[in-house]
């Protein structure tokens, strides 16, 4: 069976080139998907809202953000992308590698500034207003580096580079430590399940395992999920499985009992209701579609 890998946790694709570990995407939801599932990676990513608004969420906590916002996300940090109600939102990602801005050797910039804010370490709010991206200088650095990404003149890295630590000089000195955030071990927790059913969603996974990976009662793990995903753990656990059996459903040719019983379902007519009840449409017709 080959399959598109549906990418929803740790992500491991390589985002920015090797050589100069920088890249820009455009995008809109719900125009180019309906909304980016929660994942981590090691980059930095910046998104920019160009128009509209929409819901971002880092580390479990949600934002409404609109245009001329920024948040940043840092290495490792949980976070995803989502329509707000009707409405669509065009944004800028920018994600690059923490490594580009770490000198060999002793450095005093990076051990005392740049790695406890990247690391979470150093804790600030996500979400940057518009009023404070222009007040701060963020909004004029980040249009100079995508005019130097177009024109790709000459040492146009080097620019790239001075703006990025000016960014960070302005997150260090002006943002500051403001932010309470959701403690980072039940952030490690809330990984290590979503991993486990990365891993595993094709198996019979209880409620009971997923509670002892956190070392909880299940009363307890169960109230803990749901306080932190919004959704109960089983809820969340089927909502992946269809979700990568859509994905199946568009990349494969198996028979959709087959990747019913892939995605973690016994039962194909509850495959299917749930299917309908998720996408309005059933498998065999979404199949179709591609």
Same mark, same amino acid.
């Given at each position: $069976?080959?399959?598109?890998?549906?990418?929803?946790?740790?992500?491991?694709?390589?985002?920015?080139?090797?050589?100069?570990?920088?890249?820009?995407?455009? /995008?809109?939801?719900?125009? %180019?998907?309906?909304? *980016?599932?929660?994942?981590?990676?090691?980059? *930095?990513?910046?998104?920019?809202?160009?128009?509209?608004?929409?819901?971002?969420?880092?580390? &479990?906590?949600?934002?409404?953000?609109?245009?001329?916002?920024?948040?940043?996300? $840092?290495?490792?940090? &949980?976070?995803?992308?989502?329509?707000?109600?009707?409405?669509?939102?065009?944004?800028?990602?920018?994600?690059?590698?923490?490594?580009?801005?770490?000198?060999?050797?002793? =450095?005093?910039?990076?051990?005392?500034?740049?790695?406890?804010?990247?690391?979470?370490?150093?804790?600030?709010?996500?979400?940057? /207003?518009? =009023?404070?991206?222009?007040?701060?200088?963020?909004?004029?650095?980040?249009?100079?580096? %995508?005019?130097? /990404?177009?024109?790709?003149?000459?040492?146009?890295?080097?620019? *790239?580079?001075?703006?990025?630590?000016?960014?960070?000089?302005?997150?260090?000195?002006?943002?500051?430590?403001?932010?309470?955030?959701?403690?980072?071990?039940?952030?490690?927790?809330?990984?290590?399940? &979503?991993?486990?059913?990365?891993?595993?969603?094709?198996?019979?996974?209880? *409620?009971?395992?997923?509670?002892?990976? /956190?070392?909880?009662?299940?009363?307890?793990? $169960?109230?803990?999920?749901?306080?932190?995903?919004?959704?109960?753990?089983?809820?969340?656990?089927? %909502?992946?499985?269809?979700?990568?059996?859509?994905? $199946?459903?568009?990349?494969?040719? %198996?028979?959709?009992?087959?990747?019913?019983?892939?995605?973690?379902?016994?039962?194909?007519?509850?495959?299917?209701?749930?299917?309908?009840?998720?996408?309005?449409?059933?498998?065999?017709?979404?199949?179709?579609?591609?």
């Amino acid at each position: $069976m080959q399959l598109t890998k549906y990418e929803i946790y740790h992500e491991n694709k390589c985002h920015t080139p090797l050589d100069f570990p920088y890249n820009t995407y455009l /995008c809109t939801i719900p125009l %180019d998907f309906s909304a *980016v599932n929660i994942h981590w990676h090691e980059e *930095v990513e910046i998104i920019v809202i160009k128009k509209g608004t929409g819901i971002v969420s880092v580390n &479990l906590t949600e934002y409404k953000v609109c245009e001329g916002d920024a948040v940043f996300v $840092m290495s490792g940090q &949980l976070h995803s992308i989502s329509q707000l109600e009707n409405s669509t939102m065009e944004y800028e990602n920018i994600l690059f590698r923490p490594s580009m801005l770490k000198a060999t050797g002793s =450095d005093l910039c990076w051990e005392q500034f740049i790695s406890p804010l990247i690391s979470s370490e150093k804790t600030i709010c996500p979400l940057i /207003c518009a =009023d404070k991206m222009i007040e701060s200088g963020i909004a004029e650095y980040i249009q100079k580096i %995508d005019k130097l /990404c177009d024109e790709k003149s000459a040492g146009y890295q080097i620019a *790239v580079k001075g703006y990025l630590y000016l960014m960070l000089h302005r997150l260090v000195s002006e943002i500051g430590e403001t932010f309470s955030q959701i403690s980072q071990k039940n952030i490690d927790k809330i990984k290590t399940i &979503l991993s486990y059913v990365e891993q595993h969603y094709s198996e019979n996974i209880t *409620v009971e395992e997923a509670a002892e990976l /956190c070392f909880y009662s299940k009363s307890y793990f $169960m109230k803990f999920f749901k306080e932190s995903m919004g959704v109960s753990f089983i809820n969340y656990l089927n %909502d992946y499985r269809l979700e990568t059996a859509a994905n $199946m459903l568009r990349a494969a040719d %198996d028979n959709i009992l087959e990747i019913a019983c892939a995605c973690g379902f016994d039962n194909l007519s509850y495959f299917n209701r749930s299917f309908k009840k998720k996408y309005k449409i059933t498998p065999g017709k979404y199949r179709k579609g591609k």
